[in-house]
């Protein structure tokens, strides 16, 4: 008994983190000042992006006038809209399959491959086949790209959900004299509606600055947001770049934690 | 040797059976789960299938319910006092006048109490004023009528089990499958939802099918118990005829307590009349029996500890042994008398405090229809 309870005040001295703090302090700053030096930056009223000269929004207003970006931009949401809807619904279905329907460790491991390939893997592979098949390269194939990788995502989001889910649910709602379309929109979907949501934000910011994948299957007309910012940095990175990363990580960082609230909401229902 | 344990009680056999289970068999690969399963159900009535885990009894329930397909064997259902027959197999579970209140209960997460009770009767395409009035009705029949806005998880235990209930009654079916129903609740609650579920039955006047591992839960509630062991049914009976007449050797260990003796019936006499048991102990003695089973050869004789009656005097003897332990439990003692020859001690209790001392010697006598012979099924393979 008195063993078991110097182990525990043992334990509870090991969990403060006395010293460890140093390095946790470290690892933070390495991980957030690149990012708050970006956003900082993006309020610079200095043509040069790396000396500041005061504050201004100068160039929030000039990255609205800028063709190029708003070109990209658009077509960025384009993709990553239309992917998180095509992804969202196939890789429920893919998880519903496998977990439900078709209970393989070799089915799951496949249908969650594209997730944890390399991207430039990927990118190749969907290449070689777009040009195998005779495919314009377009932002047709970039979405197309999008939802093969988007899917495994949310197939894997899914199929995790599914397993704390109690499948006695379906069966009450068949004995309760639903047919199985019923069952599948009244109770399958809305129990899986928390891992179906994180999902499909994940794969919204996923897609929204996916560069490698886009940068091989698009067509030259049609550049997504991504590769506008690569060709505009190799002319050097202009502080216009740095309000636009800001932007974008505004919204990744929105995404992410409102995917993450609603989940644990939903969760604790 | 007797092959077929199967002994049907006649107590209300005289009406039409509601549900008719004949012959069902399932297996799994090589596992039998269900074997040659035969139970006729009779209308209002409560009735458990009672066995350990593994006996088959909840593939029974779902094979019922529809979520299971027997290999062999019918499940019908008869209506109007056996106007009309329902092959329950040849319908989907959602078109079964059946109901299953599962294990876990099952309710909607993402729906209210009210709406859980709604939607099977939303499924039956019911008028929305109708569905208020019925799942009012039951919202007051398990007192739950201050929770129907609550969702599931803002409810105690207890209070889910009763949605559940509500959610299956609310459809009015002829047969109420209950997925072992008391198994999720603490002590206490357990013992007042015994109570209330058997109210409820006799309140909605729905033929109840409860399957449970617990047999006093069994015993208490139920009508009419299907003890079930190996897929097979080893015997349907009332709870006093379980108790006092078991079928054979598995039965009666697992409905209560008893002493279980090895020896040889000579005589098969199928009445309750006193017959002779050939004791496999030293002295080989003769003890006084009935054999309503008509068992004959190598057999067990079964001994309830409240019928065994214990004496100094060892003239009156059945059998002979010393006192090994005594407990007392307030209002009875139970006294171990070891007997030469006999594994275990015999079990023997008494109203009020143990009479005998450790060590003492002492005799051990019954009344010849108190000690029943069985056939010893753990040995048959």
Known sequence: MSEATAQATRAKKRSTIGWLRLPLIVTYAFLYIPIAVLVVMSFNASKTPFVWQGFSTRWYGELVNNELIREGFINTMIVAISATILATILGTLLAIGVARYFRSAIVEAYSLTPAIIPDLALAIGLLAFFSLIGVTLSLFSVLLSHVVFGMAFVAAVVIARLGQTDASLEEASRDLGAGATTTFFKITLPSLAPGIIAGALLVFTLSLDEFVIAFFTNGPSTPTLPIVIYSMVRFGVTPEINALAAILLLVSFTIVLSAQRITRLTDAV | ?381
């Not at chain 2, 969702?151 to 889910?160: A, E, T, V």
């Not at chain 2, 009156?316 to 007997?339: K, R």
Request: charged share 20%.
């Open chain 2, 1 to 381: 040797m007797n092959t077929q344990p199967h002994t049907q009680s006649h107590t209300s056999a005289t009406t039409t059976p509601l549900l008719s289970i004949q012959h069902v068999s399932k297996a799994y690969d090589s596992t039998v789960a269900l074997d040659d399963v035969s139970i006729d159900i009779h209308p209002n009535e409560f009735f458990a299938l009672l066995g350990p885990s593994g006996c088959g009894k909840t593939t029974l329930l779902r094979a019922i319910a529809g979520f299971e397909a027997p290999d062999t064997g019918s499940i019908t259902i008869n209506d109007d006092d056996g106007k009309h027959e329902t092959n329950l197999l040849a319908l989907p579970p959602n078109k079964r006048p059946v109901n299953l209140m599962f294990q876990s209960y099952a309710l909607f997460p993402h729906m209210n109490v009210r709406k859980n009770i709604a939607y099977g009767l939303e499924r039956e395409g019911m008028a929305k004023d109708e569905i208020n009035v019925r799942v009012d009705e039951v919202l007051e029949t398990v007192a739950l009528t201050d929770k129907a806005k609550a969702r599931p998880n803002q409810l105690s235990g207890g209070q889910r089990q009763r949605v559940a209930l509500a959610r299956a009654i609310v459809k009015r079916p002829k047969l109420l499958l209950l997925d072992e129903p008391l198994s999720a609740l603490d002590r206490k609650v357990r013992a007042e939802m015994q109570l209330e579920l058997k109210r409820l039955q006799h309140e909605v006047g729905i033929t109840f099918v409860v399957v449970t591992h617990d047999q006093e839960e069994a015993m208490s509630m139920a009508d009419r118990i299907a003890v079930m062991h190996d897929g097979r049914v080893q015997q349907v009976a009332d709870p006093v005829t379980l108790y006092t007449r078991p079928a054979n050797v598995f039965v009666a260990d697992f409905i209560g307590s008893g002493t279980l003796i090895p020896g040889t019936a000579s005589t098969a006499s199928g009445t309750n009349e006193p017959t002779a048991f050939t004791a496999h102990v030293s002295g080989s003695p003769v003890l006084p029996a009935i054999n309503p089973n008509n068992v004959i050869g190598e057999s067990i004789l079964m001994l309830r500890p409240e019928h065994v009656r214990v004496h100094t005097n060892t003239a009156e003897a059945a059998l002979a042994g010393t006192v090994v332990e005594t407990h007392f439990y307030g209002g009875s003692s139970v006294t171990a008398v070891q007997i030469a020859g006999l594994d275990t001690p015999l079990m023997a209790r008494q109203p009020g405090a143990p009479a005998h001392r450790v060590g003492e010697a002492v005799a051990l006598s019954w009344n010849a229809d108190d000690a029943i012979i069985l056939t010893d099924t753990s040995s048959t393979p």
